[in-house]
C-alpha cells in the first residue's frame, strides 16, 4: 500500500466523527488499534498517505461488521453535514442552491479549495443532461474504490436540497469501466 498519494486529515477526522457519533467513544480506539496507528489523534490541515484512510475504513468495517461498500456509503452522506460545519459552509453554499447547480460547481468547488491547500488531489465531476429529465453524473478520480462514497454524497446532497432522488450506477470503473457513470433521477 501507499503509492505516496495524501489525502487532507479532514477526511480522517470526518470518519472519527462518525464513528464516535454512532457507535461511542471507546470504538475510535478500536478502529486506530486494528488499523495499526500509533496516533489516533488526526491534524485536518496535514496530509496523509492514502493508505491510512483504507486502513481505516477496513479496521471500521472489522468493528461495525459492516462491509466497505456501506462504510464509504455512510461517510460519503456524513461528508456533506461535517463539512458544512467545520468551516466549509460558506464555501459549499457558494458552490450552489440546487442539487444540479451543486453538482456542476463541484470541481471550482475543488480548484476554490486547492488554491489555498494546494496538496489536494481533486476528482472530477461532470455532469450531463439526459431525456426524461434524469442526468448523468460522470466521476473520474485518480483514487481507487471511492465509488460507494460518492454514492453517498449524492445522499448526502439530496438531504441538503430537501430532494428525492434515484441512482443508477450505470458504469462501474470497479467492474471495468473508463470511469464511473452515476444516472440520477429525481423522484
Ligand atoms: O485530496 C484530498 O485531500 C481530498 C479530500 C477530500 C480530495 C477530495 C475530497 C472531497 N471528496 C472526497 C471523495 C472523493 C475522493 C476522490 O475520489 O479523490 C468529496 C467531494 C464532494 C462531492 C459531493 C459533495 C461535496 C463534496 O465535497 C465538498 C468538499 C470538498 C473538499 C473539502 C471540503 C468540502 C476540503 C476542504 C479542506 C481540505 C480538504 C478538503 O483540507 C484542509 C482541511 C483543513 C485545513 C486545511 C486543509
Redesign the pocket.
Known amino acids: 500500500m501507499g503509492r505516496g498519494r495524501?489525502?487532507?486529515g479532514?477526511?480522517n477526522t470526518a470518519i472519527q466523527q462518525l464513528i464516535t457519533e454512532k457507535f461511542g467513544d471507546g470504538s475510535w480506539e478500536t478502529v486506530t488499534e486494528k488499523a495499526g496507528i500509533e496516533d489516533e489523534i488526526f491534524v485536518?490541515?496535514d496530509p496523509y498517505d492514502d493508505s491510512v484512510t483504507y486502513a481505516v475504513v477496513g479496521a471500521v468495517c472489522e468493528v461495525t461488521g459492516l462491509n466497505a461498500e456501506q462504510v464509504l456509503e455512510a461517510f460519503g452522506e456524513y461528508?456533506?453535514l461535517y463539512?458544512a460545519e467545520r468551516g466549509?459552509g460558506p464555501?459549499?453554499q457558494m458552490a450552489g442552491k440546487s442539487f444540479r447547480e451543486f453538482l456542476q460547481n463541484?470541481d471550482q468547488?475543488?480548484t476554490r479549495?486547492a488554491s489555498t491547500?494546494p496538496e489536494?488531489?481533486?476528482?472530477s465531476f461532470e455532469l450531463v443532461d439526459l431525456k426524461d429529465q434524469k442526468m448523468a453524473l460522470h466521476y473520474r478520480?485518480?483514487?481507487e474504490g471511492?465509488a460507494p462514497?460518492?454514492r453517498g454524497?449524492l445522499i448526502g446532497?439530496a438531504h441538503r436540497f430537501k430532494i428525492s432522488i434515484s441512482i443508477d450506477h450505470t458504469e462501474e470503473k470497479a467492474k471495468g469501466a473508463e470511469h464511473d457513470v452515476f444516472v440520477l433521477t429525481e423522484t
Open positions: 495524501d489525502m487532507y479532514l477526511v485536518s490541515m461528508w456533506v463539512t466549509y464555501i459549499l463541484l468547488l475543488h479549495v491547500f489536494l488531489v481533486p476528482p478520480s485518480t483514487r471511492l462514497m460518492v454524497l446532497l
